[in-house]
């Protein structure tokens, strides 16, 4: 097929993956402060904590495109700067520093190795650095290891050397550290597997006696020489190394953690073991041994101590005593390991330590969580545990050791930092009837599951709502003089009269300021040094500083209808069309221009500029007229009211504002006319500061109502609010400086001004209905805001009711006690020893038991209760696998609840005891369920749907359609379509889209008259399918577990003929092609994306916009698929990527092209996040780029901004 | 025939550099093993289906990660007894 023809979508992400692969800790700015540095997918993002405030704050993000697998800080001997180094899936050691004055990450090396991609046996999967900064090791999961010497060179740069190789083929690695040996040659531990003996002995002997090694390797440096050392056998389960400090701060060597035990080993050291302490509780297993999941070591002024996760979330502090001489100095050598339990926090990735006393946990799952430490847990109850009662020989086994677990005494937690992952499950609905839908989002595992509602907007701080006597119309702040830091008046008008408030410790009402308060105000304007102006319909009030007034009134049979002010000018439109013009006077008069401009129609509103630092006016005057144009007319001396241009419009303009913001295409400000108009739209256009022309105008509809411009200030920078049917907040984005026009989490306002005082600084202050509101942005970073309502399990599936406005969550939990056994355990536990204390299982986990399920059905109403309205746990070891509302024929089209199970389910490998599907009513507007009945089936249905007033499920390779009965489901139909296992359904018609867990899609019709179903197209690609979407009758989209994104069409010739009349005997009988069915799908795009996209949704997510295609992703990722309209724009992304690809090649050395054709060639996919890093390019760069594909700057921004305004955020 | 011997020596160089690399003999343990290392090699340096995995069993993703290596230990199981 011609390329020409084919469909190209624009692959763009709405909000980065959220999930902590691994977080660094380091003075990555070189200077005394720490920063955070994380990985979450292919983002790299680098974190201020602030220790005054207890935040975390997100300074910098930057897609390297490729897969980080491991991150390491190191910093030369004698620097203050630390360095990061990156193993990725290119194939290569990239060394970056991050550049604070940019705020850019730069690349100083990157050294090819190996081959690109995640291999078995190239390096990137392990890293350990020397603590000195001497030498890094980076390692693959089996043989390779290869060891980088860094160095500086006169200049004072970083160097690298080639790869020394300390290759051991047919060797696992399970774990690598460097080891602290001061300035002695560095030195790497290793936990390493050889399985070579094994792979030879037919008996199984030889795997039975496989040792698991602790090996050193050392860097000569003299010799340029690795060698491996020392070798010592551990214990067989060990699966964790940590490094213990040397040199003067201790005795070097590592911490091995195994399975129920942590042993110190060193080359020159005897063993000293301890065993993790297990938790005690009437729910508890006493048997069940802990692994090492977590840890961090943290060095303070000659003293250390490590932090060891276990699985169950439980902090242990470890620390080491040392022998003292006979002078009570320490000598280095070891004397025992003490361990005991610290505190719980979330199960973390990753655990740091900061010096200003914090301790930042990456959780596996859901919310990130910052503590202040509160003590070191030194001076406690809790019962240590010393190396000196337990061998150290690993195979005397230990005696157990038990600790109570409770709340937390010795970490505050100070911040939580929002994470979606992982993101199991979402749907975009618009519940609360606003103007564009919200996404709802299922997310986080065990007792920290959540179900979240997404909504776009920015958050809110009121301070002060209070009612008015009666309805104001407008309301302003203004200073007195000039040089005041802040506002002293709040104007308010009225229908007929002005009220104005003063600031101060409390607002209250003056009335002897000069402004006449029986007429309404179209103005306020502080004017020059120390003056004031009202401007109401009958004429400019001029208030002195001495409380004189010089009244100029508007002419007789006219009044004032807009008018527009800033510090020296003054502009005013008369009801006839005339424009009055004013400048102050170097005496402080206002002086009127001696000519009146008359206008074509009627004056709708004005605006004058601010005048910029160093000028004595704004060169221009903006001009709306109800004819549906906006003229810019000069203010020049010689040219005074004179045209410059002319903008015509789709509707008369019902405000304007011209305003100097900050801008990306330029690198500096730039003067913009914002346009609203009186249906809703808004405009922005450029406005040259010479000659007045207006350009590069960007538009977007924002509410039913006449749109309001008001110029504020947010967060140190100007910024728009534009009033509509919803408020507005029009800024630069903080990281690329390209304009973002975001709706504010808030009540709709009629009018709204800047406000400032001592106690809010930049506020706002707004008028809704009768209520005086003052509030201020305390974020521009994060414009998605997250609701969230706790749920019990990990959430597998979910459900919205067809009419409520409620959805259906189905949870389970693997290897977790139901409720019913710990009540029962409880009980028992009660009558032997009256211990019946219950963990609170959001802060520590369930208890856990191999084999048990704990699975629930929850209602979730998000809207008004904002919470869980209702639970049905399940019993008897069931797990729910699959949900479905179906409308069923046979009972006058009732919709029921269908709940797929498994019993006794094993994950790994997959076995079940059969499955059930069961059946409940919705009673009370469905807010709680009825149990009807549940029937049994061989296999776990793990996909349902209602198809054509009956139930349709999935139960293993059988697709299978039911009835309702009496006393359980009645099978009507069924037969085998898909080789494997069916895990998704779809359906339109009577055409069924029948998803395989490896197998791709089948399309399958369901023939009525004959009642048999015949698929009849499948794919030719064997694709591990999550979760499917269908795009429109022929095509679908899906994504699979390895993190692509495809879609498929069926053939239009075979789609018709699949839906013919007649009996389907020609389906039936149609031979088919290589064991599948006769025709094969189309691949239509493909795209790898990292992300396991979890579901696909077709859907529109803003008011007016286009439909796009949303998936969520299992790291948090929301992303979105936009279909392009003309070719133009196709070859015009296409060379913008091509460009951005050789021009800003990815940061960790990963080929743009070949990251994005991950496990098949990208196809029909543009990818926008590539395209949206042209914001963040320098401006040389970016002016190279635009000079290649000839436009300009400006257009390319405008053109990439675009893509993403017009459908999404 | 000197082409031949180059060939044999390119082959003898990547099989001991990339691991897996294949020649005429290869039995179907040695495939399968291959396969099996290969496959859970790719899980643990893939971060999505590391957590995609762990959160399915129920289990933290660094003890997913080292029951997977230790299943690379094992292979493909026992080698086949070999026939003299």
Redo the contacts between chains.
């Keep these: 097929m011609a390329t020409t023809s084919h469909m190209f979508m624009y692959s763009l992400t709405i909000q980065p993956p959220t999930?902590v692969?691994q977080a660094i800790l380091g003075q990555f700015a070189g200077t005394k402060e720490q920063q955070i540095v994380t990985a979450s997918?292919s983002k790299l993002t680098i974190h201020r904590p602030d220790p005054t405030q207890g935040k975390v704050t997100p300074l910098f993000s930057q897609d390297v495109f490729g897969?980080?697998?491991s991150l390491s800080a190191f910093r030369l001997a004698g620097s203050n700067k630390d360095y990061i180094i990156i193993g990725s899936?290119s194939g290569r050691i990239t060394v970056i520093e991050y550049v604070p004055s940019q705020n850019r990450f730069s690349r100083i090396h990157l050294e090819t190795f190996g081959?690109s991609g995640?291999?078995?046996?190239i390096p990137?999967?392990y890293l350990a650095v020397d603590p000195k900064g001497r030498a890094c090791l980076i390692a693959?999961?089996?043989?390779n290891k290869l060891v980088y010497v860094l160095n500086r060179n006169s200049q004072a740069e970083l160097t690298i050397s080639s790869p020394l190789e300390a290759h051991k083929?047919q060797t696992?690695?399970?774990a690598m550290t460097a080891l602290d040996v001061g300035y002695e040659n560095p030195i790497f531990a290793a936990l390493e597997?050889d399985?070579s003996e094994?792979?030879?002995?037919?008996?199984?002997q030889a795997?039975e006696e496989?040792e698991k090694l602790l090996v050193y390797y050392e860097l000569d440096l003299g010799l340029n020489h690795v060698v491996r050392k020392w070798v010592d056998p551990v214990d067989r389960t060990s699966?964790?190394l940590f490094q213990v400090p040397g040199g003067a701060d201790g005795p070097s060597g590592v911490l091995v953690c195994a399975e129920d035990s942590v042993t110190y080993r060193h080359s020159n050291q005897d063993a000293f073991r301890v065993p993790i302490p297990r938790r005690k509780g009437p729910t508890e297993n006493p048997e069940r041994k802990r692994?090492i999941?977590?840890g961090v070591m943290h060095k303070m002024r000659g003293a250390f101590f490590f932090l060891l996760q276990t699985?169950d979330g439980d902090l242990f502090k470890l620390t080491i005593d040392m022998v003292e001489d006979d002078n009570g100095q320490l000598t280095g050598e070891v004397k025992r390991l003490k361990i005991k339990y610290f505190d719980t926090v979330p199960?973390a990735?990753s655990l740091l330590i900061l010096k200003s006393g914090f301790l930042y946990v990456a959780s596996?799952?859901g919310n990130h969580d910052f503590y202040q430490f509160e003590k070191l847990g030194d001076d406690d109850e809790e019962i240590e545990f010393s190396s000196e009662s337990f061998s150290a020989d690993p195979s005397v086994p230990l005696e157990p050791v038990y600790f109570q677990p409770r709340s937390s005494e010795n970490l505050n937690l100070v911040e939580t930092i929002n994470s979606l992952?992982?993101l199991?499950d979402s749907k975009i609905a618009n519940l609360s009837e606003e103007d564009a839908p919200q996404i709802y989002t299922i997310s986080g595992?065990?007792a920290r599951s959540t179900f979240r509602t997404l909504k776009h907007g920015l958050e809110v701080s009121e301070i002060v709502d209070s009612e008015l006597p009666s309805v104001p119309s407008a309301v302003w702040t203004t200073k007195l003089t000039r040089g005041d830091e802040f506002d002293a008046y709040i104007i308010l008008s009225f229908a007929n009269g002005t009220l104005v408030l003063s600031i101060g410790e409390t607002v209250e009402e003056v009335t002897d300021t000069g402004f006449l308060s029986s007429a309404p105000t179209l103005a306020v304007q502080q004017l020059g040094e120390d003056s004031l102006i009202q401007i109401h319909p009958r004429g400019i009030r001029h208030i002195m500083v001495d409380r004189r007034v010089n009244e100029w009134p508007a002419p007789q049979h006219r009044s004032i209808v807009a008018a527009a002010t800033n510090e020296r000018q003054v502009a005013v439109a008369l009801s006839s069309g005339e424009i009055v013009y004013f400048e102050m006077d170097s005496d402080g008069t206002l002086a009127e221009y001696d000519e009146r401009r008359q206008m074509s129609g009627t004056v709708t509103c004005l605006s004058l500029g601010e005048v910029s630092e160093g000028r004595v006016r704004s060169a221009f005057l903006a001009v709306g007229c109800d004819d549906s144009t906006v003229r810019i007319l000069s203010l020049d001396p010689d040219s005074t009211l004179e045209n410059k241009s002319v903008q015509a419009l789709t509707a008369a303009p019902s405000a304007l504002n011209i305003m100097s913001m900050s801008d990306s295409s330029s690198g500096g400000t730039t003067l913009y006319l914002h346009i609203g108009l009186y249906s809703g739209v808004y405009l922005r256009t450029v406005l040259d500061e010479v000659t007045g022309e207006l350009s590069d105008t960007r538009t977007r509809f924002l509410g039913s109502k006449p749109v309001k411009l008001f110029q504020v200030s947010v967060k140190g920078q100007t910024a728009v609010l534009a009033l509509s049917s919803r408020p507005w907040l029009g800024y630069s984005d903080i990281q690329t400086k390209g304009f973002m026009l975001t709706p504010l989490d808030y009540v709709p306002l009629e009018w709204g001004w800047n406000f400032s005082s001592e106690q809010c600084v930049e506020g706002m202050v707004g008028i809704q209905g009768q209520n005086l509101r003052i509030f201020s942005i305390e974020k521009l970073d994060n414009n998605m805001l997250q609701q969230s309502i706790p749920l019990s399990y990990?959430p597998r599936r979910f459900l919205k009711h067809p009419e409520q406005p409620l959805f259906y969550i189905i949870e389970s939990?693997?290897?977790?006690l139901s409720p019913s056994t710990r009540a029962k355990l409880l009980e028992d536990s009660k009558a032997r020893t009256g211990d019946e204390t219950v963990l609170p299982p959001e802060e520590f986990g369930y208890p856990r038991a191999s084999g048990h399920w704990a699975s629930c059905i929850q209602v979730v109403d998000p809207v008004h209760a904002k919470a869980v309205v209702s639970t049905i746990e399940l019993e008897e070891n069931e797990a729910a696998v699959s949900i479905a509302a179906v409308p069923f024929a046979s009972q006058d089209d009732e919709t029921f609840l269908v709940v797929g199970t498994a019993k006794d389910m094993a994950?790994?490998p997959l076995s079940s005891a059969g499955g059930y599907i069961h059946i409940y009513r919705f009673q009370e507007d469905g807010r709680e369920l009825e149990f009807i009945h549940k029937t049994k089936v061989e296999d776990p249905p793990l996909a349902l749907l209602g198809f054509q007033g009956r139930l349709v499920a999935g139960i293993g390779s059988l697709l299978r359609i039911y009835d309702l009965g009496m006393k359980q489901l009645l099978r009507k139909c069924h037969a085998q379509v898909v080789p494997k296992t069916i895990v998704g359904l779809q359906t339109q018609g009577s055409r069924i889209v029948v998803s395989d867990v490896r197998e791709s899609v089948t399309y399958v019709v369901y023939k009525y008259q004959e009642n048999v179903l015949i698929p009849f197209v499948d794919d030719s690609v064997s694709r591990w399918t999550t979760s499917t979407a269908m795009v429109d009758y022929e095509t679908v989209a899906g994504g699979d577990?390895?993190?692509n994104i495809w879609l498929l069409r069926c053939p239009k010739k075979i789609s018709e003929q699949a839906d013919e009349d007649g009996s389907g005997a020609h389906l039936i009988h149609e031979r088919g092609y290589l064991h599948g069915t006769p025709n094969r799908l189309e691949l239509m795009i493909h795209v790898y994306t990292?992300?396991?996209p979890t579901s696909l949704h077709k859907t529109q997510l803003v008011a007016g916009g286009r439909d796009i295609l949303v998936w969520s992703?299992?790291?948090g990722t929301i992303g979105m698929l936009v279909p392009f309209i003309g070719r133009e724009d196709v070859d015009f992304f296409q060379n913008l990527e091509m460009q951005l690809a050789a021009q800003n090649p990815p940061l960790a050395g990963r080929d743009h092209l070949i990251y994005r054709s991950y496990y098949a060639p990208v196809k029909g996919v543009i990818d926008g996040d590539l395209c949206e890093t042209y914001f963040l390019l320098s401006n040389d760069t970016k002016m190279m780029i635009a000079a290649e594909l000839d436009r300009s700057v400006r257009e390319i921004e405008r053109k990439i901004s675009d893509m993403r305004t017009r459908v999404a955020y | 025939m000197a082409d031949k011997l180059r060939t044999l020596q390119n082959l003898e160089a990547m099989q001991a550099r990339y691991v897996g690399t294949g020649h005429a003999d290869t039995t179907k343990y040695e495939w399968v093993s291959n396969i099996v290392r290969d496959s859970y090699a790719s899980y643990i340096g893939h971060p999505p289906m590391l957590s995609y995995m762990a959160v399915g069993m129920g289990e933290p993703r660094e003890k997913v990660r080292a029951m997977m290596i230790e299943k690379m230990v094992r292979g493909a199981g026992n080698p086949p007894e070999t026939q003299e």
């Design positions: 999930a692969t997918g897969i980080i697998r899936d081959k995640v291999r078995r046996v990137g999967q693959s999961v089996e043989k083929p696992l690695v399970f597997v399985y094994s792979d030879q002995d037919p008996t199984g795997f496989v699966t964790m692994y999941t977590a699985e199960v990735s596996e799952a992952n992982p199991i595992a065990g990990t939990d693997n290897n977790v994950v790994n577990k390895f993190g990292q992300d396991i992703g299992f790291q």
